[in-house]
């Protein structure tokens, strides 16, 4: 199995970055502890503080099947602004989970507004690092099921 993990705008500051909400685990140390959780699967990583950026990848990744069997997509601030990205979801192949650090269901207004998740396979959020750990499960069970 060969899953691609990207995150958007700040999350290249993570660690750093309000840790009272988003934590304090570095993405690089959260990589590392998937990897090892997960041997069999290879782990790909991108990051992008521009959307363009992100579609390019999910372009590049998404439209090639036997080249990944899931995305898992942290698109930060774009997940609320971006109906570029929620049409570059809808265009490609590869399935999308929607993931998130904190729960944006209990923050400010705007960001209880998703425009992507309607067009993900499905959401996981609010667990920090480990949403992207229930993100691979999920896609690790869907695999097995479709097997």
Same mark, same amino acid.
């Given at each position: 199995?060969?899953?691609?993990?990207?995150? %958007?705008?700040?999350?290249?500051?993570?660690?750093?970055?309000? =840790?009272?909400?988003?934590?304090?685990?570095?993405?690089?140390?959260?990589?590392?502890?998937?990897?090892?959780?997960?041997?069999?699967?290879?782990?790909? +990583?991108?990051?992008?503080?521009?959307?363009?950026?992100?579609?390019?990848?999910?372009?590049?990744?998404?439209?090639?099947?036997?080249?990944?069997?899931?995305?898992?997509?942290?698109?930060?601030? +774009?997940?609320?602004?971006?109906?570029?990205?929620?049409?570059?979801?809808?265009?490609?192949?590869? =399935?999308?989970?929607?993931?998130?650090?904190?729960?944006?269901?209990?923050?400010?207004?705007?960001?209880?507004?998703?425009?992507?998740?309607?067009?993900?396979? %499905?959401?996981?959020?609010?667990? %920090?690092?480990?949403? +992207?750990?229930?993100?691979?499960?999920?896609?690790?069970?869907?695999?097995?099921?479709?097997?």
């Amino acid at each position: 199995m060969k899953l691609l993990i990207i995150n %958007g705008p700040n999350l290249n500051l993570l660690g750093r970055r309000q =840790p009272e909400i988003y934590g304090c685990e570095s993405m690089e140390s959260c990589l590392d502890r998937l990897r090892r959780r997960f041997p069999d699967v290879a782990i790909d +990583y991108f990051q992008s503080n521009h959307e363009g950026g992100i579609i390019d990848e999910l372009h590049r990744r998404g439209m090639d099947p036997a080249g990944c069997d899931g995305i898992i997509l942290n698109a930060g601030a +774009y997940t609320h602004t971006s109906l570029a990205i929620a049409d570059a979801i809808s265009s490609i192949e590869v =399935p999308v989970i929607e993931v998130h650090l904190s729960n944006v269901a209990s923050r400010e207004p705007i960001r209880r507004t998703s425009l992507i998740g309607g067009v993900c396979l %499905g959401v996981v959020a609010g667990f %920090g690092t480990d949403s +992207y750990r229930l993100a691979a499960e999920a896609f690790m069970e869907r695999l097995q099921k479709n097997s």
